[in-house]
Each structure stands twice: as C-alpha cells, then as structure tokens.
C-alpha cells in the first residue's frame, strides 16, 4: 500500500477538500469499548454519558468543530432529544483530546452506541 | 481487540468516579507494529498547552509549527509489545499528576479487559479498588 502526502487537496475545479481529523464508533454501555475508529488512541469513560475522546495526533490549535449521533439501544428507534456534544467546559477541549457528554432531555445516558468526527487543522 | 484497560482516578477531582481508560485497537496497532514517535514529542506540546491554560490563553491557542510536525517527522521508536504499549498509553493520554506523583496509594492500574465490570449500576460512583 501506498501513501498519499499532500498538503491541499482540491477537485478538478479547484474547490478544496477537506478531510476529517479523526473519528470513532463506540459502546457506551455495559463494557464500553471501540468498535472502530480513525486517528484515535484510546476513550476515557468517566462517568455515566461522560467520556474523553484522545486523538493519535493532536490538532496544531484549538478551534476546531465536532459532531455525533447516538442509538439508545439495539430494540428501539433513536430516542429523541438524545444527543452527543462536546463539553465546553474547563479543559475538556484541548488539542489532544475532547470531552463529550451523551444526555436525554438534559439528563446524562449510556447509550449502546455513541458515533463522533471531528475536524479542522 | 484490547487486552487490557487503565482504571485511575484524577487526585484534583476527588469527587469524580474512577475513570476507565479504553485503548484503540487501530491505535495498538501502529504502537506494536513501530510507528510512533518519542513520547517527549506529545510531553513537549501537553507542555505548551498547559502554560496558555495557567495563563488564560487557551482559546485561539495554536502550537508551534516545528514543535507540532514532530508527531510526524520524528524517528520512530520501533516495535512495541501490547504491555509496553499500554504502558507509552498511559503517559500520553492520561494526566501526569495521575502517573508521575507520588501519592499515598496508587492512583491508576492497568488491568485486564474482563475486570471492569459490565453493570453499569452506579457508574456516577465507581472507585478504584486497593
């Protein structure tokens, strides 16, 4: 296999593409653990609905954006107003890691599976 | 998948439940087939970010070019055992008040996969056992 270095990446028209920084798939409930992930080096559970994503190769700054979806369980349709979003609080955004909270109508959940990218430089 | 996990608990945050640390197997990977660089290169930029936290400067904070492409461009270390990896883990993604001090009992432990529990019952209260 080979590998591609570049450092723009754009179409035939000249319109830039842009790549995701990393990205993870999830168990958030019982024996949490990864099923699949992109540019991630482990995941901190720290409490119920609460975890730290930790990327291989930190971000060069801080601004970057992040966006995710949930399922409740494997017998029922996505609950609705259950959502995975990035803790803006104190540290928990930094160049080498995230904090996310998994809550429904406000209140933290272990979901069966939590789903999050993120990407910027 | 993962062998092992790392349960510790933050001495800043006492009041938090102990924290489980849940290794990437794409990541383990790369560690035991040598493709990651000194663990100074991660200590160096954890460095430079810390000061722009004490310093209220974190936001819009950026690193140092050179600094930064070191995760990329520095020798690799060569082959890591699954052990020796969670080990290199363990100072790269866990805070170095958990590892580094020392306290009056051990903070973090690296266990086995089957050891942390599946009931999640109380997650909000969990300890780390002596």
Redesign the interface.
């Given at each position: 296999m080979s590998t591609i270095k570049v450092n723009n990446l754009e179409n035939a028209s000249g319109v830039g593409r842009y790549t995701i920084h990393a990205w993870?798939c999830?168990t958030g409930?019982?024996?949490?653990?990864?099923r699949?992930?992109?540019n991630?080096?482990?995941?901190?559970?720290?409490?119920?609905g609460m975890y730290f994503i930790?990327y291989?190769?930190?971000f060069?700054?801080?601004?970057y954006a992040g966006g995710g979806a949930v399922r409740h369980d494997t017998t029922s349709n996505n609950r609705e107003n259950t959502f995975v979003n990035f803790r803006r609080i104190s540290?928990s955004i930094?160049?080498?890691?995230a904090g996310l909270s998994v809550s429904n109508s406000g209140s933290p959940v272990?979901d069966e599976t939590v789903t999050f990218m993120v990407t910027g430089e | 998948m993962a062998s092992y996990r790392v349960i510790y608990e933050e001495p800043d945050y006492p009041e938090q439940p102990a924290m489980v640390l849940v290794p990437s197997d794409n990541w383990l990977a790369d560690a035991m087939a040598g493709k990651l660089p000194p663990i100074s290169v991660y200590w160096e930029l954890q460095d430079d970010e810390q000061k722009a936290i004490d310093e209220g400067r974190h936001d819009n904070f950026e690193h140092d070019p050179s600094k930064w492409e070191k995760q990329f461009t520095a020798p690799r270390i060569g082959k890591l055992t699954e052990e020796e990896a969670m080990e290199y883990l363990v100072m790269k993604d866990i805070p170095r008040r958990v590892w580094a001090v020392e306290y009056n009992r051990p903070m973090f432990k690296i266990i086995k996969t089957e050891q942390v529990p599946s009931d999640r019952q109380f997650r909000g209260a969990w300890e780390m056992t002596q």
């Open positions: 993870v999830f409930s019982g024996t949490v653990s990864i699949n992930s992109e991630i080096s482990s995941l901190t559970d720290s409490g119920t930790n291989s190769n930190n060069s700054n801080t601004n540290d930094a160049t080498s890691k272990d | -």
